[in-house]
């Protein structure tokens, strides 16, 4: 696969980080997975408040059939193989205040990119995903209202592309990015 260039020079483990589908089925350790949430744990937060949480299932556990069968048709054709499916969420309001937190999202962003960042380093699929019925989860976990359920990932072991089924093989490749000229402006809009 080719790899991203970019116009200034970046840590490559940010450059060249990007997410895959198709994974392998063999099980992710939980030294492997802690030290993912260990390194989500060490993201900047307003008021270091951290309102990050990660409810996860583990594939061939009683959990796993509840957080898979959250998940659009879509996503269920290639999580199928991850060894580990994870629900992110986010305290909506201060511990210290109970005040709403306007950066609560914010905060639980920067941790899922620790995440993301730290499975790249140890070779692991980490993908990201939306499709998935947030109320259904709301209700099967029984998440109370004062946190936000922000998305979902699924991790695993990396597999050959030709593991998928043929329309998601021709999806498996590394994106590039908008050019910073569309995403960044001097003083307003």
Not at 100 to 124: E, I, M, P, V, Y
Request: aromatic content about 12%; glycine content about 4%.
């Amino acid at each position: 696969m080719n790899k991203r260039k970019s116009h200034y020079s970046i840590e490559p483990l940010i450059l060249n980080r990007w997410s895959p589908r198709a994974m392998s089925g063999e099980m992710v350790s939980d030294k492997q997975l802690f030290t993912l949430f260990d390194a989500a744990r060490w993201a900047p937060s307003s008021y270091n408040s951290q309102p990050w949480r990660f409810l996860y299932a583990k594939r061939e556990t009683p959990y796993w059939d509840t957080f898979f069968n959250l998940l659009v048709h879509f996503n269920k054709r290639w999580t199928e193989k991850a060894g580990i499916l994870v629900l992110i969420l986010s305290k909506k309001n201060f511990e210290h205040n109970d005040k709403f937190s306007r950066s609560h999202s914010f905060d639980t962003g920067a941790a899922w990119q620790n995440l993301a960042l730290q499975g790249h380093a140890l070779n692991l699929v980490i993908h990201g995903m939306s499709g998935f019925d947030y109320e259904k989860a709301r209700e099967t976990l029984n998440i109370p209202n004062d946190y936000a359920i922000e998305a979902m990932c699924a991790i695993g072991h990396k597999a050959p592309s030709s593991t998928l089924p043929p329309d998601l093989q021709e999806m498996e490749k590394i994106s590039d990015r908008k050019p910073l000229r569309d995403l960044v402006f001097e003083g307003s809009l």
